[in-house]
Nanobody, 117 residues
């Protein structure tokens, strides 16, 4: 099973930027879709961004134009560049993998992102 380790969360002021990183184990990284989810207190977990094995990306409407997902297959790492952060972006952010042989997403432990106003 793929293991995911997130890093890069923290506290930032509104309008600032953060970059999240997620290192994945295993030899099939390039074949898998990768994504970022987030969950705010009292809210359901929501999909933020996805990058497919072919490099296609998709974003939640709330982050379009502000967040960018990317992947480095040589490093088995996926990134989420977050710009123009808003207080409503405050959440635990989870790296996720959808293995090529599955339709299910699997998540890491999460990293806290807090945006102060």
């Amino acid at each position: 099973q793929v293991q995911l380790v997130e890093s890069g969360g923290g506290l930032v002021q509104a309008g600032g930027s953060l970059r999240l990183s997620c290192a994945a184990s295993g030899s099939t990284f390039s074949k898998n879709a990768m994504g970022w989810y987030r969950q705010a207190p009292g809210q359901q977990r929501e999909l933020v961004a996805v990058v497919t094995s072919g490099g296609n990306t998709n974003y939640a409407d709330s982050v379009k134009g502000r967040f960018t997902i990317s992947r480095d297959n040589a490093k088995n790492t996926v990134y989420l560049q977050m710009n123009s952060l808003k207080p409503e972006d405050t959440a635990v952010y989870y790296c996720a993998v959808r293995p090529f042989y599955s339709v299910q997403w699997y998540w890491g432990q999460g990293t806290q992102v807090t945006v102060s106003s």
